[in-house]
Nanobody, 123 residues
Framework: QVQLVESGGGLVQAGGSVRLSCAASGRTFSRYVVGWFRQAPGKEREFVAAVTSNDALIDTADSVKGRFTISRDNAKNTVYLQMNSLNSEDTAVYYC????????????????WGQGTQVTVSS
């Protein structure tokens, strides 16, 4: 079974950028749909973006469209989330998740989860 580890989170000023990485172990990583979800304090976990196994399809939430970009490098067993023009509403714990169904907007579509990485946007 694939295991996922997120990295790249931290404190960033409003208007800045952060690049998150989701590193996977296992030889079957390239077969999975992979997505990013986030959970802000007091809020439900929400969908951010997802990408198919062959990088042919991308789905991005309206709240981050035009600012966040998901991509994957199967040769490196890694999925990225480039986050630009960050604002305070982007403060959350960001989770990487893997599944097998498309689209991946529902939490139930993901059955392998990373531990999460905190992104805090300050002014």
């Amino acid at each position: 079974q694939v295991q996922l580890v997120e990295s790249g989170g931290g404190l960033v000023q409003a208007g800045g950028s952060v690049r998150l990485s989701c590193a996977a172990s296992g030889r079957t990583f390239s077969r999975y749909v992979v997505g990013w979800f986030r959970q802000a304090p007091g809020k439900e976990r929400e969908f951010v973006a997802a990408v198919t196994s062959n990088d042919a399809l991308i789905d991005t939430a309206d709240s981050v469209k035009g600012r966040f970009t998901i991509s994957r490098d199967n040769a490196k067993n890694t999925v990225y989330l480039q986050m630009n023009s960050l604002n305070s509403e982007d403060t959350a714990v960001y989770y990487c998740a893997a599944g097998s169904a498309w689209p991946m907007r529902e939490l139930s579509r993901a059955y392998i989860w990373g531990q999460g990485t905190q992104v805090t946007v300050s002014s």
